[in-house]
């Protein structure tokens, strides 16, 4: 167990419709990332917030946003769902960037997401 | 654009057997070289190196960062039924943006 949590396991919805995925980085982390695992692409990063702000931006669709809250917790929102955004999304989280390790990434258990 | 590329793209071997996987990578303003393990789900984080940091031991499982070369490899020794799983390499720029490989796919037969 990494300490990242996320919320739904699974979700499965029709096209046009909106999902938002929920992230809690490990306690003391102040980055959270959001990646898109598919079987044609693998592993992508999509963007980057740390303590609230965005960092970095990915290949991250315009129907896709994300935030970060004041209490680090992060949310994917993705909205106009197509067939090909099913997907796994995993968050991940980091130390702050003061620490040696903050390069270290976590994953969390991520979120299977279905369009039919 | 940050390129890593990992090899073999699948790997069977017998209980008992060392395996070696490789990754290459291109990447701007490099800072680290990460290897995950996934298995069903989430990747699991196994080793990170950097520049001050080019191996790594864990077990049976070790890591070498060639920067010369720009490559790593991991290396499994007495493999298990267990290390069956997908193998992830990613490196990390100056943001910590990891660029992912596709992976190498281990099956340990007993």
């Known amino acids: 167990d990494s300490g990242v949590t996320q919320t739904p396991k699974h979700l499965i919805t029709a096209t046009g419709q909106r999902v938002t995925l929920r992230c809690s980085p490990r306690?003391?982390?102040?980055?959270v990332y959001w990646y898109q695992q598919s079987l044609d692409q693998g592993l992508q990063f999509l963007i980057q917030?740390?303590?609230?702000?965005?960092?970095a931006k990915g290949n991250i669709l315009e129907r896709f946003s994300a935030q970060q809250f004041p209490d680090l917790h992060s949310e994917l929102n993705l909205s106009s769902l197509e067939l090909g955004d099913s997907a796994l999304y995993f968050c991940?989280?980091?130390?702050?960037?003061?620490?040696?390790?903050?390069?270290?990434?976590?994953f969390g258990p991520g979120t299977r997401l279905t369009v039919t | 654009e940050d390129k890593v590329v990992q090899s073999p793209l699948s790997l069977v071997v017998h209980e008992g057997d060392t395996v070696t996987l490789n990754c290459s990578y291109e990447?701007?303003?490099?800072?680290?070289l990460l290897w995950y393990k996934q298995e069903k789900k989430a990747p699991t984080f196994l080793f990170m190196l950097t520049s001050s940091g080019i191996e790594k031991k864990s077990g049976r499982l070790s890591s070498i960062l060639d920067k010369k070369e720009l490559s790593s490899i991991l290396n499994i020794t007495a493999t298990q039924t267990g290390d069956s799983a997908i193998y992830l390499c990613a490196v990390g720029n100056a943001g910590n943006m990891l660029t992912f490989g596709g992976g190498t796919r281990l099956m340990v037969k007993p």
């Open positions: 306690s003391g982390d102040l980055s």
């Open positions: 990447v701007t303003n490099f800072r680290s």
């Open positions: 917030y740390y303590n609230g702000e965005e960092r």
């Open positions: 991940a989280s980091s130390a702050p960037f003061t620490s040696g390790s903050s390069y270290e990434q976590y």
